[in-house]
């Protein structure tokens, strides 16, 4: 490819990704997190900053997606992507003035558009998750001591969980197994893209141990909101009016608790960038 195709390539992956992140954030409503309706469990975010958050990280996937484009998935791969998505980290808290927005849809959206780019003209999911999870693995030897334990360091030494690394590493399980086909298969039975959307994001609530749900409300209230979740997702598929009644008491739940699945945001709007390119209406 020549470069001005590289760069408009390059473009077009960061306008996919800045658009999932919008999609992720309009989406409404959502249990606990910001949307169009309120702020959820937060009282240091809204709609307009997560839309500046997610527009000031174009630049972020834009850049990734040149330095992977066609790059074979090793370690120099994995140091440049980190670089940037640290850069990037430190442009959203300076657009935020310090409120963590998008940090754990950096690292994902960051993993899967530099895998991507780097499959160039192959767009199947799959291979685009795999090798999202192949770069994961690499170490990143310039990452810098933190100064203190992150939320998710914290509660993974606590209650024995795998969180955002791990997700990455392994490819994106979730993404694959649950959010993907739970929004493909809406789709084809014809539902509007909302409830699709819906019905994706409650079938990662009800199956990703979500670090930010863990760290604000500890073990008991992870499996709650698990349960709640199914038994949303199983009404979704029968009577409005029971699947009403179970979306208030999941949101209720959330609201009341200041509980934001916050990781299964970051892995709805991974598969709505990757939902995108994936046409083959394949049953998974
Ligand atoms: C891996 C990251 C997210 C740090 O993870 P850690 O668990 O220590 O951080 P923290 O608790 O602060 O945030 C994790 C965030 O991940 C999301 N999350 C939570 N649980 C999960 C889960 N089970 N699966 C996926 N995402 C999750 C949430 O949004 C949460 O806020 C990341 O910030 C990082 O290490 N970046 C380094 C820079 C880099 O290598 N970038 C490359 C790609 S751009
Ligand atoms: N619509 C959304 N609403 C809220 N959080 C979201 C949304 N979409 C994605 N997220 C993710 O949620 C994470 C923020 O969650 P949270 O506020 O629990 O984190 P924190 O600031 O690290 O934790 P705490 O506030 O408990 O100290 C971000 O990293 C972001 O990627």
Redesign the pocket.
């Known amino acids: 490819m020549l470069r001005h195709n590289v760069e408009s390539f390059a473009k077009s992956l960061a306008s996919r990704a800045v658009w999932a992140l919008a999609e992720e954030a309009k989406l409404t409503p959502k249990p606990g997190l910001v949307d169009a309706r309120s702020n959820g469990a937060h009282t240091d975010m809204s709609l307009e900053l997560m839309m500046n958050s997610a527009e000031a990280l174009r630049g ?1 996937f834009e850049e ?1 997606a040149v330095v992977s484009y066609l790059h074979f998935p090793n370690q120099e791969l ?1 140091e440049k ?2 670089r ?3 850069e ?2 430190r442009r959203m808290y300076t657009v935020t003035k310090g409120v ?1 927005t ?10 899967l558009t ?1 895998a991507r780019a780097a499959c160039a003209d192959e767009a199947d999911s799959e291979r685009v998750l795999r090798l999202a999870g192949v770069i ?1 693995s690499f170490e ?1 030897r310039y ?1 810098p001591a ?1 100064e203190k ?8 030494r606590k209650y024995n ?8 590493q392994q490819g ?1 399980p ?1 993404i694959h197994n649950e959010a993907l086909p739970a929004l493909l298969s809406a789709r084809r039975a014809g539902k509007s893209e909302q409830d699709a959307r819906l019905e994706a994001l409650l079938a990662l609530m009800a199956t ?8 604000r409300g500890g073990s008991a209230a992870l499996t709650t909101v698990k349960e709640l979740a199914a038994s949303c997702l199983q009404a979704a598929r029968g009577s409005k009016r029971e699947f009403e009644e179970k979306f208030t008491r999941l949101s209720d739940y959330c609201s009341s608790r200041r509980l934001s699945p ?6 709805l709007a991974a598969a709505l960038f990757l939902g995108v390119e994936d046409k083959s209406g394949r049953e998974r």
């Open positions: 972020t990734i994995r992507i980190a940037i998505g640290r990037g980290e963590n998008h940090k754990g849809a950096i690292w994902a959206l960051g993993l530099g994961a990143d990452c933190e334990e992150t939320n998710g360091q914290i509660v993974k969980v795998t969180g955002a690394y791990e997700e990455a994106f979730h990703v141990d979500d670090t930010c749900i863990l760290y916050g990781g299964s945001a970051d892995l």
